[in-house]
């Protein structure tokens, strides 16, 4: 019997490929393949599913199904048919004008990508000046951040993309943002596995390449040979008679860094990028997080028109009308022509990181394509969720299952600081995922570890998987309650590892790290010579003088240290205990506000088991 044809009207599918949409139940799957619901239902039956012709199907059991019957699908989120018409409603356009009359010249937008530790952050650091190489946790660079510099009275963008392969999806972003990708490879290492997959990326953007080779002044440095691996990739030099422009230099000593930009300026030169500054702005999120004193606060690259104070934005999902916008410094900002990253201050949610953004004709419609998108998302996370609640196992039962024979699925809530290490946590889970073991993510969001996150976690029995942020006092004693499992990481090698052994059944002795006490920073001293000094109130536990430190904000880990001092009034004194107030100065680190915590704690190896 035929199938028939199941098209959506704005998408050019291949002839007898059927289009269906991800979390279609039974009764709306089956016709589309010519076959009843009762066939559906009875098939997966058979196969141990047990579901209803209502119920929201996964997108492994209509592939099963198709396959059996020799039917080739494609599934699509819900709400993409009408993608294009919100699209028309917002009046965005496939051109964006850049060859119109009223179109500038504008400043180039630089990716820098490279391999892990090659020095794409130092580089970046060299060039404008400041440094954040010093806050990184495990040498990885786990947001994309944006800067712009000026060179010989002309502006550049910088983007700087994670080198770490987990954040695959945050380096092909940006390169799709990009004009020019500078490709940072040490002189000392050669290329690397990230190095091939960002060439791959910025070719499949189609943006000229810069290759900076980097560490020159290393003393096990070899320039031609690196120069030779780079051109195996297909990056030929000018001076083989190639195209690829190739800088040497080193970010640790600043040899060479101003041929490299003087070079970018070269190529921005020649490929003439021009977009119009008039009209209603559109572009890309960079990068998205939740600021509890701020709320949603998202990073954007404008690409055309003017980004003002005021107008009524949509990105993804999220929507609102702009209510500040602050520049590369922190500094306020009436608006943002096109190349210019800024900070964007006013949507309703967190938005996706990656997602384009468009200013609205009015708040009116704002609102009603933001309501649409979301219900269209909610919909289509029901398919990947499908049985997510039932039957799950938490991270330290896998192996256990495993040895019964039996298919483990691990029930996980991932929260992280930032919606693209979210993303990227997110996807390196689901990657683990083997025929023993399958992994369901019930909920994930940006944010600290709450006592929602636990009553879910407790509720779908789900470890709580948490990156680069903290549960606060009242998390941890709802899980202890709960007997729910918290994980938090600050460096995702250890993240995955972690999972990884657990589904092989090595888990080796943990180190867990035991909170002994808790301050909330109620006023902050400047004392001349000491610099900042803490008045906090121990809230919880015992503040001991040379203790490791975890400094947070909004739930989120900001610095680690040790506590330098530790005073009653004006006496020195070893320990503070709950109930009173005392003064803490904490090993360099001056950043402090008032509302901030202070976590103290231990570290000591326990054996990790199976049986919980």
């Known amino acids: 019997m035929d199938i028939p044809s199941y098209t959506p009207r704005h998408a050019a599918v291949p002839e007898g490929v059927v289009v269906i949409e991800r979390a279609s139940a039974a009764q709306d799957f089956g016709p589309k393949l010519n076959r009843t619901a009762a066939d559906v239902v009875r098939f997966l039956m058979q196969h141990g599913e047990m579901v209803t012709a209502t119920q929201s199907l996964s997108d492994e059991m209509m592939e099963l199904f198709a396959a059996e019957i020799g039917a080739e699908i494609r599934l699509v989120d819900p709400g993409e048919e009408q993608e294009a018409e919100l699209r028309k409603l917002l009046g965005i356009d496939v051109d964006t004008g850049d060859d119109t009359d009223e179109a500038e ?33 495990g040498g990885i660079t786990q947001h994309i951040g944006a800067y712009q510099v000026e060179r010989n009275s002309r502006t ?11 954040f695959t999806a945050m380096r092909a972003r940006g390169a799709s943002a990009t004009d020019i990708v500078v490709l940072v490879v040490a002189a000392d290492d050669g290329v690397m596995p990230q190095t091939i997959e960002a060439i791959n990326h910025a070719k499949a953007a189609g943006v000229p390449i810069v290759v900076a080779v980097n560490k020159i ?38 040899q060479g860094i101003e041929e490299l930009l003087d070079q970018i300026l070269l190529v921005a030169e020649v490929e003439e ?28 690259l404008v690409q055309q028109g003017t980004l003002r104070v005021g107008d009524p934005m949509v990105a993804g999902a999220a929507w609102g009308r702009v209510r500040a916008l602050l520049d590369d410094h922190g500094q306020g900002v009436d608006s943002a022509p096109p190349s210019a990253p800024v900070q964007v201050l006013g949507l309703s949610e967190v938005a996706v990181a990656g997602d384009s953004f468009a200013v609205a004709p009015n708040e009116k419609i704002a609102g009603r394509v933001a309501d649409t998108r979301e219900h269209w998302q909610r919909l289509s996370s029901l398919g990947r969720e499908a049985h997510a609640l039932s039957g799950g196992a938490k991270l330290e039962d896998l192996f256990t299952r495993i040895q019964r024979g039996e298919t483990a699925t691990l029930n996980a809530i991932v929260k992280a600081d930032v919606n693209g290490s979210l993303e990227a946590v ?87 790290e035991v909170v002994t006490g808790e301050a909330e920073v109620r006023q902050v001293f400047r004392i001349p010579r000491l610099g900042a000094v803490a008045g906090c109130y121990v809230q919880n536990g015992t503040i001991t003088r040379g203790s490791k430190v975890r400094f947070l904000r909004d739930g989120a880990i900001i610095w680690k240290g040790t506590v330098s001092s530790l005073k009653r009034f004006t006496d020195d004194v070893r320990e503070v205990q709950s109930g009173f107030e005392c003064g803490i100065g904490l090993s360099n680190f001056q950043d402090l506000k008032a509302g901030d915590i202070i976590e103290t704690f231990t570290e000591r190896e326990v054996a990790r088991t199976l049986e919980g």
């Open 426 to 512: 997110t996807e390196s889970l689901r990657k683990l995922e083997t025929g023993d073991v399958r992994i369901a993510i019930v909920h994930r969001g940006v944010g600290g570890i709450t006592e929602n996150d636990i009553q879910l976690a407790s509720a779908s029995n789900a470890t709580i998987i948490g990156f680069n942020v903290r549960p606060d006092r009242k998390a941890r004693e709802a899980a202890d309650a709960e007997n729910v499992e918290i994980r938090t990481y600050e460096i995702i090698y250890k993240l995955l590892e972690d999972v990884s052994s657990a589904m092989v059944g090595m888990l080796a002795p943990d180190i867990e």
């Open 156 to 166: 550049l963008t910088f983007i700087d993309t994670p080198g770490h392969e987990a």
């Open 217 to 254: 002044d290393r003393p096990n440095a070899d320039t031609q040979r690196t120069v030779a691996g780079v051109a195996e990739q297909g990056l030929v030099p000018e001076a083989w008679g190639g195209d690829t422009i190739y800088c040497e230099l080193s970010a640790l000593t600043g």
């Open 273 to 300: 990028l021009r977009s119009s500054p008039e009209g209603r702005a559109g572009g890309v999120v960079l990068e998205s997080n939740l600021d509890i004193g701020r709320g949603p606060v998202a990073t954007v």
């Open 105 to 137: 010249l504008r400043p180039p937008v630089v990716t820098v990508m490279g391999h892990v530790d090659h020095g794409k952050t130092l580089l970046l650091d060299r060039i404008r000046d400041t440094n954040v190489v010093d806050g990184e946790a």
